[in-house]
Each structure stands twice: as C-alpha cells, then as structure tokens.
C-alpha cells in the first residue's frame, strides 16, 4: 500500500527530464518515482531524502543498491524491523517487520540535490504516508531536509522542532520525530555517524513501540 502514491508522477519537469535522460543512459534502471518498501502497516516510518542514482533510482526499492543501505538494513535487522540484514534487489524475499522506509522526494535528483519547490511537490505524497500512522508510532528522519519535510507535513514551524542527531520532538496525534544524521558513505566515513550513533536512535526508537509489530 502506497498512500497517495503515482508511479507516473511528472510534476517536477527538472526532475522528470533527468530521469528520462538517466534511462536513456542506463535502460535497466528503475528511472521512475521510487515507491515506499515494507508492512503496510507499520509502527516505524523511516523518511530519506531522495532515491540514490545506482541505488533505489536504479532497484527501485529505498536504501538498495548503494553504500547509505548497508548500514541502514543491517541496523533494522538487529532491531528486529527486518528479516534479513542485507537489501539486494526489489524482488528478493526481504521483509520488514512492522517498518516501512520511503522519500521526502519520491525521484532521483541531479547531483542528490532537490530544489525546495520540488521537495514541497513531494510533500503531498509523504503527508499522505502519515496521515494513517497511529497513536505510538515513530518516525525516523534521516537528514535536515528530511526532518523539515516532515515538520512541514504536520504544518508545524520549523523553530519548534529544531534538527539534530538523536532529537526528539513530539508530533500530532502521538507520534514521535527522531532525527539521526543520513547514513550516507561521507557520514559514515568521516565518523559524524558511527554505527553506535545510528544504532541509538534505532534503540530509542524500539522503546517508544509499545505495541507488538506487525510484519509486511
């Protein structure tokens, strides 16, 4: 289940030509708006930026085929949101549990850098991806422009939940917001996020579901 979800979105006309140039590059890539991937009705919504070109652009499941899922997988499988600690393609027999990962920006943008009419664009899809989301749910929110993109989602001021590693803000109907740095491969190198970093917020995040998970 995809809230709100069009495969064939083309709002963004800079985003939408780039894809289509990427295709024409790379014919066996995804090259379309990446969609949500787990249970579909999760306790745990995982928000990224946007899809990786060799990564979800090109699987066309979040967080697989590049360096920033490696981490991000094996730390949902420690936690037990995952069935397995490694994402290798869309059609594999992954599963998340009781967890569901999608995009502040459904497409693949030049040099990963969406502009911010095309990130509020893609707005819509993310609200709706929250909308359902019960009372006790987490969200996690990899990264500045994820976290602003979901304050925005719940029409609340940016000044009222400030971003930062570990940061918690409560949110409407019960929900809570964590932020975490993205686990990108210059995070992760230059030690702004460990493993251990990473793995707090994932812990933290376990404490605050108090009813049992649900699988996909």
Same mark, same amino acid.
Request: one cysteine or more; glycine letters at 8%.
């Given at each position: 289940?995809?809230?709100?979800?069009?495969?064939?979105?083309?709002?963004?006309?800079?985003?939408?030509?780039?894809?289509?140039?990427?295709?024409?590059?790379? #014919?066996?890539?995804?090259?379309?708006?990446?969609?949500?991937?787990?249970?579909?009705?999760?306790?745990?919504?995982?928000?990224?930026?946007?899809? $990786?070109?060799?990564?979800?652009?090109?699987?066309?499941?979040?967080?697989?085929?590049? +360096?920033? $899922?490696?981490?991000?997988?094996?730390?949902?499988?420690? &936690?037990?949101?995952?069935?397995?600690?490694?994402?290798?393609?869309?059609?594999?027999?992954?599963?998340?549990?009781?967890?569901?990962?999608?995009?502040?920006?459904?497409?693949? #943008?030049?040099?990963?850098?969406?502009?911010?009419?095309?990130?509020?664009?893609?707005?819509?899809?993310?609200?709706?991806?929250?909308?359902?989301?019960?009372?006790?749910?987490?969200?996690?929110?990899?990264?500045?422009?994820?976290?602003?993109?979901?304050?925005?989602? &719940?029409?609340?001021?940016?000044?009222?939940?400030?971003?930062?590693?570990?940061?918690?803000?409560?949110? #409407?109907?019960?929900?809570?917001?964590?932020?975490? +740095?993205?686990?990108?491969? +210059?995070?992760?190198?230059?030690?702004?996020?460990?493993?251990?970093?990473?793995?707090?917020?994932?812990?933290?995040?376990?404490?605050?579901?108090?009813?049992?998970?649900?699988?996909?």
């Amino acid at each position: 289940m995809n809230p709100g979800f069009d495969p064939d979105c083309r709002r963004c006309e800079r985003l939408a030509g780039f894809l289509d140039e990427v295709k024409s590059e790379c #014919p066996d890539y995804f090259c379309r708006p990446v969609p949500a991937f787990g249970a579909d009705d999760p306790r745990l919504l995982i928000v990224g930026l946007a899809p $990786g070109m060799h990564g979800a652009n090109a699987t066309g499941r979040p967080f697989t085929g590049d +360096y920033a $899922g490696v981490l991000l997988y094996e730390t949902l499988h420690k &936690f037990g949101f995952a069935s397995a600690p490694v994402s290798v393609s869309a059609d594999d027999d992954l599963r998340l549990i009781g967890c569901r990962i999608t995009n502040a920006v459904k497409c693949l #943008p030049p040099q990963n850098k969406p502009t911010g009419a095309e990130i509020k664009t893609c707005r819509s899809f993310l609200a709706a991806e929250l909308e359902d989301f019960d009372e006790g749910g987490v969200v996690i929110a990899l990264g500045s422009i994820a976290h602003r993109s979901v304050v925005a989602a &719940f029409n609340k001021r940016q000044n009222e939940a400030p971003f930062g590693h570990a940061a918690e803000h409560d949110l #409407p109907r019960g929900l809570t917001l964590i932020d975490s +740095y993205h686990c990108s491969r +210059y995070n992760t190198q230059t030690r702004r996020l460990t493993t251990a970093m990473f793995e707090q917020v994932f812990a933290r995040a376990r404490e605050l579901i108090t009813e049992p998970v649900v699988g996909a």
